[in-house]
């Protein structure tokens, strides 16, 4: 019977190439405002699921809701900035 430990490297190759490039870092630390601002979009809704919903629950919502909005134009906006049109026509 072979060990499944001698199988790993057969499996799962680590490679040198796996490692994220400077690109794929800067691409999400580019989008981290709007995963966390996910996140506590979610807490809000979780918070709302465990019991009924009283205004300071209503009012956390809205503003993690306004927060997801506001990241998502905010990267849009930086990576629209970033395409330059021909001409210098925005």
């Known amino acids: 019977m072979k060990p499944i430990a001698a199988l790993q490297n057969l499996v799962t190759p680590w490679a ?3 490692e994220p490039s400077d690109a794929e870092l800067d691409a ?3 989008e981290m405002p709007l995963v966390l601002a996910e996140v506590e979009l979610l807490d809000a809704l ?9 205004e300071l629950d209503e009012r956390r919502f809205r503003r993690a809701r306004r927060k997801v909005l506001a990241a998502r134009r905010t990267l ?3 990576s629209a900035a970033a395409v330059s049109m021909p001409g210098g026509a925005a």
């Open 76 to 78: 849009i906006n930086q």
């Open 46 to 54: 979780i918070a709302r699921l465990d019991r009924a919903p009283s």
């Open 16 to 18: 040198d190439g796996l």
């Open 28 to 30: 999400i630390e580019q």
